[in-house]
């Protein structure tokens, strides 16, 4: 049996687990969310780069920590990928995993990032401003809000270490849920305030898995958290005394007093309080404070982040967060280019987008479709609407000739299904008269114009629109 | 050693053969392409679509020949793939591949979008005119004008067999190269005439090894196409047969009376030539037949065309097809929906970049960036000057604050290397008067704009730039 047939039998049209299509209608939907981001970051002076699907999985490995690493797609070499393979090596699923793939599908766009600007150095003016817009892949188990591809939009500067760019980040944030008409709280910590909290409870040594049971206390709650960090080898008492910290109220004022009390003997702590205070101050001055928070249970599991983390919550609609960034003052320098610090933030456009409808905040549908459509009436009624159809798009006028000549019902039909405003006829009488009828479909009204009045087709229609 | 350790030491900052990266004016020179070719899908009607990409390998295998199977990029399964594995499998590379991958990127738009069809049938008005610009992937060997991933820029019309869909192609494809002011060749041919073709040198069963090895003829001469065709199986005598036919010269004409006599008793070879004849007859009547030429040697590798097939050339650069495509008749029926005729074409936007910079003929950049660079004058000016943009960005000016208090040298010398216009600058002296110092980084000439009137800066910026 061939192959194709095989196939045949037993296919079934769909995407893989975890991803999706995107129809006319979600495509105007998301290019109205791009182009709101994309316009924001155009006038804070970002520039855009895009880097391929694939990288080096050398690049992509150990910079997301264990699970991050599960959750990269591995590509297969091609050729003859286990030609070489000896059988004991297929006892060790992760080893062989990397002796046959060398590459992997991008895990997000900041590590990307930093290979872009250690390999184009001597081509790029520092602090570098850019702007990034396109997907990215995760092995997640798919769930509400949680794809296995889907699009980020990023924005980092790459060589300054001046609190100025973690201030643009939440400007930038505020603009664009603003537009967007999406209620927001903007969370903050600092990943140098976890490190000293790390040391404060006695386990300086377990700072990742501290991160990340943090990191899921939102989702798992603080006991079940708590489990693991016991598991880990945190002593109870250690772990409770983390509990009040975590879940500290107050104002931001407040909160910046109570750490500089209980990490007064951790020179990392006093830092990363240091630079809250002056973020905050930064903040304030810009005029953009509003519901912008310092939150100490905030961790981001991301392995790379050193100072300021942020994350972005939707008010209205419970989706985890749509927007996260930090601050990576290594990250260049483990692809060999020390010195860098760069920070940014993530858009996640697929969360933004299920908030929007969510809230039923889009808005209406402009008809960016055909405006006309030639019924084809066939043989000498196409032959005089070809070049009718041409000197129409020259006007910037989108028009449709149907291609089959069918009964006028199934052209009409497919008018109405398509949201297409005109249907025009060109028949045997018009040809003969040298006009065009042109009928609104929704109101049922019909003119006739002469073919020399073409030109002014723009105002006709407008009066048939009344 | 840690695994980053060991990847630290041997790591070179690259992307994977045959991919690239794009910085900033490459990719003003992208969406100067990707907008031209969008815009004229609009105007003629086509709505976008995108799809995953990552395809299942089932929707993928068969649809491109043998050797585009091999050519799929497959995306390794998560978890343990390696588990179930039993030792002997390890023998047969491609068997395993299958496996251990069940996805794979996507190797064109085409295929995805027969997928799509099926998938979404019921939701879909038909004939479904649709537009679509992603990337798609191959791993094939790089060489100039071949990448590993490059963008695809399709339209298809599924669902209808008229071939005024097929001129609309023509049509689309004339205007698109007239706007980005390229100079093109467009050849055409018909599947049914190289059926028939394979029929009259009396080999109908080996339609894809002559498809094939006529493909190549244009890059390794008729005589290696020769050797293959033996190789396959087919006589000497018939392959002479082919020699004169494909090398055929005249006007389309010509061609065409010539096709008719050879052909006369074939039923589908002139079935071919009666749809090559009536799509010229429209070519001609919709007045865009310049340079479009019948081309018996086109036949183009993809297994899933049955009719007409289209591939068009840069007049002044040799580079290979950067446009092309044809109908097929079955490829949704492939998928369980038979009866569905589609015809689309393809636009390689990386093949007509290279040939726009190989001719000089992209636009003048124009200059999309920061307008104003506020430089950083410490703490009050700082403080001062962090209003003002919020201010200007409201007027949507693009506007930056260097993010350090670095010399004023560094920060002129950012300035001039991102083609920034303007220095503005807020020091003690202009707050105490309240103005902003705005500096010409061309002409060197300055003035003080009183705070007050920002609201009349572009009238200002207008009269320093005479």
Same mark, same amino acid.
């Given at each position: 049996?061939?192959?194709?047939?095989?196939?045949?039998?037993?296919?079934?049209?769909?995407?893989?687990?975890?991803?999706?299509?995107?129809?006319?209608?979600?495509?105007?939907?998301?290019?109205?969310?791009?182009?709101?981001?994309?316009?924001?970051?155009?006038?804070?002076?970002?520039?855009?780069?895009?880097?391929?699907?694939?990288?080096?999985?050398?690049?992509?490995?150990?910079?997301?920590?264990?699970?991050?690493?599960?959750?990269?797609?591995?590509?297969?070499?091609?050729?003859?990928?286990?030609?070489?393979?000896?059988?004991?090596?297929?006892?060790?699923?992760?080893?062989?995993?990397?002796?046959?793939?060398?590459?992997?599908?991008?895990?997000?766009?900041?590590?990307?990032?930093?290979?872009?600007?250690?390999?184009?150095?001597?081509?790029?003016?520092?602090?570098?401003?850019?702007?990034?817009?396109?997907?990215?892949?995760?092995?997640?188990?798919?769930?509400?809000?949680?794809?296995?591809?889907?699009?980020?939009?990023?924005?980092?500067?790459?060589?300054?270490?001046?609190?100025?760019?973690?201030?643009?980040?939440?400007?930038?944030?505020?603009?664009?849920?603003?537009?967007?008409?999406?209620?927001?709280?903007?969370?903050?910590?600092?990943?140098?305030?976890?490190?000293?909290?790390?040391?404060?409870?006695?386990?300086?040594?377990?700072?990742?898995?501290?991160?990340?049971?943090?990191?899921?206390?939102?989702?798992?709650?603080?006991?079940?958290?708590?489990? %693991? +960090?016991?598991?880990?080898?945190? #002593?109870?008492?250690?772990? $409770?005394?983390?509990?009040?910290? =975590? @879940? *500290?109220?107050?104002?931001?004022?407040?909160?910046?007093?109570?750490?500089?009390?209980?990490?007064?003997?951790?020179?990392?702590?006093?830092?990363?309080?240091?630079?809250?205070? %002056? +973020?905050?101050?930064?903040?304030? #001055?810009?005029?953009?404070? $509003?519901?912008?928070?310092?939150? =100490? @249970? *905030?961790?981001?599991?991301?392995?790379?982040?050193?100072?300021?983390?942020?994350?972005?919550?939707?008010?209205?609609?419970?989706?985890?967060?749509?927007?996260?960034?930090?601050?990576?003052?290594?990250?260049?320098?483990?692809?060999?280019?020390?010195?860098?610090?760069?920070?940014?933030?993530?858009?996640?456009?697929?969360?933004?987008?299920?908030?929007?409808?969510?809230?039923?905040?889009?808005?209406?549908?402009?008809?960016?479709?055909?405006?006309?459509?030639?019924?084809?009436?066939?043989?000498?009624?196409?032959?005089?609407?070809?070049?009718?159809?041409?000197?129409?798009?020259?006007?910037?006028?989108?028009?449709?000739?149907?291609?089959?000549?069918?009964?006028?019902?199934?052209?009409?039909?497919?008018?109405?299904?398509?949201?297409?405003?005109?249907?025009?006829?060109?028949?045997?009488?018009?040809?003969?008269?040298?006009?065009?009828?042109?009928?609104?479909?929704?109101?049922?009204?019909?003119?006739?114009?002469?073919?020399?009045?073409?030109?002014?087709?723009?105002?006709?229609?407008?009066?048939?629109?009344?």
């Amino acid at each position: 049996m061939q192959l194709t047939t095989i196939l045949k039998m037993s296919y079934k049209a769909s995407t893989p687990k975890g991803t999706r299509d995107f129809g006319p209608i979600e495509m105007a939907r998301r290019d109205y969310i791009f182009n709101t981001i994309r316009d924001s970051f155009k006038l804070y002076g970002y520039s855009p780069i895009e880097t391929p699907a694939m990288e080096n999985l050398s690049t992509l490995l150990g910079k997301y920590g264990e699970e991050g690493d599960r959750l990269l797609f591995k590509v297969l070499n091609s050729g003859e990928p286990f030609s070489k393979i000896a059988p004991e090596e297929l006892e060790d699923s992760n080893a062989l995993s990397l002796r046959v793939c060398e590459k992997g599908l991008r895990y997000d766009l900041t590590v990307p990032l930093a290979r872009f600007v250690v390999q184009h150095r001597n081509n790029i003016t520092f602090p570098f401003k850019r702007y990034q817009i396109q997907p990215v892949w995760r092995a997640d188990r798919p769930q509400k809000g949680r794809y296995r591809e889907f699009y980020q939009c990023d924005i980092d500067v790459i060589g300054s270490d001046s609190l100025l760019n973690e201030l643009e980040m939440v400007q930038i944030a505020q603009e664009i849920f603003k537009k967007l008409g999406v209620a927001i709280t903007i969370k903050i910590n600092n990943r140098k305030v976890l490190v000293a909290l790390s040391q404060y409870i006695g386990h300086p040594d377990k700072l990742i898995a501290i991160t990340t049971a943090i990191d899921k206390i939102e989702k798992v709650g603080f006991n079940n958290a708590k489990s %693991e +960090l016991v598991a880990a080898g945190i #002593s109870e008492e250690g772990v $409770e005394m983390l509990r009040p910290i =975590l @879940s *500290l109220s107050g104002s931001n004022t407040q909160k910046i007093a109570f750490l500089k009390e209980i990490l007064s003997s951790s020179t990392v702590g006093l830092e990363g309080v240091s630079e809250l205070e %002056e +973020l905050f101050n930064l903040i304030e #001055s810009a005029g953009v404070g $509003e519901s912008v928070e310092i939150d =100490l @249970s *905030l961790a981001r599991g991301l392995n790379y982040y050193t100072g300021a983390i942020f994350e972005v919550k939707a008010a209205q609609v419970e989706i985890g967060s749509i927007c996260g960034g930090g601050r990576y003052d290594n990250l260049t320098g483990i692809f060999g280019l020390p010195g860098l610090s760069g920070v940014g933030i993530s858009f996640g456009a697929d969360r933004i987008y299920d908030v929007l409808l969510a809230t039923n905040t889009f808005p209406p549908a402009t008809n960016l479709s055909t405006q006309i459509l030639f019924a084809n009436m066939g043989g000498e009624g196409v032959q005089a609407t070809l070049p009718l159809l041409s000197k129409l798009r020259s006007m910037d006028i989108t028009v449709e000739l149907f291609p089959n000549n069918d009964r006028l019902r199934k052209q009409f039909d497919y008018a109405s299904k398509r949201a297409i405003p005109y249907i025009a006829f060109v028949g045997s009488r018009e040809i003969e008269d040298g006009e065009i009828s042109l009928k609104n479909l929704k109101t049922g009204s019909e003119i006739k114009l002469p073919i020399e009045e073409l030109d002014s087709i723009k105002e006709k229609i407008e009066l048939l629109n009344l």
